[in-house]
């Protein structure tokens, strides 16, 4: 009935798995061992609360518990720990260059915000925005693989779609507390960076320059909930957790290691340069590869971050000598947003897909004990 929570009946086996919720019977079953009851637990508190409810709320309730259980896993910190080390080495190595040419730098437009994008030429340490291009996908599939998998492994997934919530709460629950948990992540790095940058180069960010990098770390958001998405469309889709880490990390490595390898493959075949080629076919032929390297979201993030963290970046396509002339030298940035927005909805876009996927195929699996 419409407005009613979705109750999901589930054939269970008999042993102590298949006993009445809530009794001490039910509390020694198998799935104590594991992190589903304290779940179960809070679902039934919330129904049984005094306080008004909506059919619709369970998912917040999910979320609550998975956001405290990200919070303090070890997995968080091990993530924090990786992350902030190779930002410890990006930021280091830009203060450095930026301190050695502070008489050339002082009063450049946007100096802060280079601090996130800029590489110093003596050093092979990539900037900090293209580090956490790299690593950033880690976070989404480290809270994402076993979102699904997991419950079905302590055995506690058919009971917790029996509750008096709906079953799409589970997997929306599930998706908010990873996506709240990455942004928690990503928004300490950045502040720890920005701190680095006012205490050791004594640079005070504009107005212009926290609306930048503001911008970039909700486009961060949104890539990296993209590997979140994509994470637990595998963990719905595969039985075991190992299987589906093991499946979310390979399509990572060959989208970041060998993508720009297969996209000058493929467009060296669609669009081949001969020995003597022309200008029109040399530009068709680049213009292939760019178009094809954009359907990876890595690409499409890179291309964001470049016009948002660099304020001379006027275009990341094509550009013909003619054309170089007309355009100026610093954007405001309101002009970067808008040279990024199509990588940025691009990115949504994306993300929305490969959860919806997720959800459907979640909604039209058959739940067992």
Sequence with gaps: M????????????????????????????????????????????????????????????VADKEFGDHVLSIRLFILIAILGLAAAGAIYSTTTYVRANAQQATGSPGLFVLLFSA?????QIPAFATLIGLLGPLLGIAFGFDAINGE????????????????????????????????????????????????????????DDV???????????????????????????????????LAAISVWLVLTLFASLLT?????????????????QQVANAQLQLDLARISPGELYSEATAYLLDPTVQTVGIILPSQQT???SILPY??????????GVALVALTVVCFGVGYVAFMRQEVRA
């Design 119 to 123: 590489q110093s030429p003596s050093s």
């Design 334 to 343: 309101e002009q970067s947003v808008l040279l990024g927005w199509p990588q």
């Design 2 to 61: 419409a407005g009613q929570p979705e109750v999901t009946r589930t054939v269970a086996e008999p042993g102590p798995a298949s006993r009445v919720p809530g009794t001490d019977q039910d509390r020694r079953g198998p799935e104590a061992r594991g992190g589903g009851t304290g779940m179960l637990a809070r679902v039934r508190a919330w129904w049984a609360g005094d306080g008004e409810r909506s059919p619709g709320g369970g998912w917040r309730v």
């Design 211 to 245: 609306a930048r990098v503001a911008t970039w770390v909700l486009v961060t958001i949104v890539y990296v909930g993209f590997w979140l998405a994509f994470a637990m469309l595998c963990s719905i889709l595969l039985r075991r957790a190992a299987t589906s880490a």
């Design 264 to 280: 000058s493959v493929v467009a060296g075949v669609l669009s081949p340069v001969p020995t003597n080629a022309s200008l029109q």
């Design 152 to 207: 079905r492994a302590e055995r506690t997934l058919p009971r917790l779609v029996a509750q008096p919530i709906h079953r799409d709460d589970v997997i929306n629950g599930k998706f908010v507390a990873g996506l709240a948990a990455i942004g928690l992540v990503l928004a300490s790095i950045t502040v720890l960076v920005s701190g680095v940058a006012f205490f050791e180069l004594g640079i005070v960010p504009g107005p």
């Design 326 to 328: 007309s355009l100026p």
